[in-house]
């Protein structure tokens, strides 16, 4: 696109976004079922033309200054579309989740008060680097009953604009609106402010992708917005860790794929376990590549790495560095996670019950995970198929947005003839 009027046409996006939800919200389960089974067919039908889109990213990321990590996190294999794949097949398992009664009340007069799942409407997601999210997203919002208008990264745009295009042809083959699915086929920056003005057509905005962007969302939207923060996530070394575990999961947590938001990007260590369990972890950090920031007490303990500032504590890396920090207590670790943590993901390696309780039940953070990866935290390993972010809000979802997150309710009353005296 080159020139056009760009106020017009985010409000025929979005307007057609609301159409197609008005009809969308009527599509029963089995319709929505064959479209993701459409798009697994079509995905491994064109596997080449994908990756061929996708390589003209790839070719184009020097030019946008992309880091190592966000290369990663754009880049599309044989494997990674057979993950696309794997998630789609794992949301078409999950049942439809519009029209489940949540709770039902028969009230004394007679009146039957049902709660019923509905829709959140229309969706306007923005998201940077990852392609797959594109299918992830849009799978979860038309199972969920809602159209989405998706607003992609101009370093995915090759990648984006291909999957678009199975995205509609499936909805075409099944019969569903074709408007359920649109994708912000302009990279101007500024489509993005006219969106977050249509608070009369959009139901709630949610930004994934860096804090900047998010901030910027959250400040200028006209309706409510799911927020992903940062993840700068922890693994705190209890006391009763046993060393075998704790060098597995600080190492899968930080190395496993440091560019994404549930990584680990700080070492918590009790002082009691600091000579004989971390330089074991430390060593295995190294190997692996990682470059260590840690604290004075931990320096001493090692012989690579440099001093951690204030500002590493509260930094997610998105690459091979960790901080690190000893701390004397379980409260000290507890109050360093909510000083320096963004709410996101944290892990206690303990062989005490008592421990972990009270590590899960202090810490608030979106996730708390005792002796796993922080990878974990993840919608398709929680069970949810996917997710379209992980939320680190408290209202109106927390943690992997799913298809229940991706709903509200109302309530039905049946009635036979009562009237309020």
């Known amino acids: 696109m080159t020139e056009f009027d760009l106020p017009h046409y985010t409000q025929q996006l979005a307007h057609q976004a609301r159409d197609a939800s008005r009809k969308l919200v009527s599509a029963n389960g089995n319709q929505k079922n064959d479209w993701l089974c459409r798009m697994i067919e079509l995905i491994r039908e064109r596997t080449p033309e994908l990756l061929e889109a996708n390589e003209k990213d790839l ?5 946008y200054g992309l880091t190592e990590a966000s290369i990663d996190r754009l880049k599309l294999t044989d494997a990674r579309l057979q993950g696309i794949v794997t998630a789609l097949q794992e949301i078409t398992a999950l049942p439809n989740p519009i029209g489940e009664i949540i709770g039902s009340n028969m009230r004394p007069n007679g009146l039957l008060v049902t709660q019923v799942r509905v829709p959140l409407g229309v969706v306007f997601f923005i998201y940077e680097s990852r392609p797959n999210v594109t299918i992830d997203a849009a799978a979860l919002c038309v199972k969920s009953g809602n159209a989405v208008i998706l607003r992609g990264g101009k370093e995915a745009f090759h990648s984006n604009m291909a999957l678009y295009g199975l995205l509609q042809q499936g909805l075409k083959d099944v019969g569903l609106p074709e408007q359920s699915v649109q994708l912000v086929e302009t990279t101007d920056r500024e489509a993005v402010g006219h969106f977050l003005k249509l608070g009369n057509l959009i139901d709630v905005t949610i930004p994934r992708g860096g804090k900047g962007l998010i901030e910027r969302v959250a400040k200028d939207a006209m309706m409510p917005v799911i927020k992903h ?16 575990l704790a060098v597995s999961i600080t190492v899968n947590s930080k190395c496993q794929r440091p560019g994404v938001c549930n990584a680990a990007e700080s070492l918590l260590v009790h002082a009691d376990i600091a000579k004989t369990i971390f330089p074991q972890v430390a060593a295995a950090l190294v190997k692996q590549g990682v470059e260590l920031r840690c604290c004075p007490r931990s320096m001493e303990l090692i012989n690579d790495g440099q001093l951690a500032t204030d500002d590493d504590y509260a930094t997610e890396y998105g690459a091979m560095i960790m901080s690190v920090k000893i701390v004397d207590s379980m409260d000290a670790a507890i109050q360093h996670i909510h000083q320096y943590g963004s ?32 990878r974990f935290n993840d919608g398709g390993e929680f069970g949810l198929g996917a997710e379209i972010g992980i939320s680190t809000d408290k209202f109106h979802a927390r943690g992997p947005c799913g298809l229940n997150e991706l709903t509200s309710y109302k309530y039905v009353a049946h009635g036979a003839g009562q009237i309020k005296q």
């Not at 070719?59 to 030019?63: I, S």
């Not at 693994?235 to 075998?244: G, Q, T």
């Not at 944290?346 to 922080?374: G, Q, R």
Request: charge should be negative; include cysteine.
């Open 343 to 374: 709410g996101h993901t944290e892990s206690i390696v303990t062989t005490n019950l008592a421990a972990a309780e009270k590590f899960t039940t202090e810490v608030d953070s979106a996730a708390v995970i005792v002796n796993a990866s922080t």
């Open 59 to 63: 070719k184009q990321a020097p030019e």
């Open 229 to 244: 923060f940062d993840g700068v996530c922890h693994v705190y070394l209890d006391e009763a860790a046993d060393s075998e």
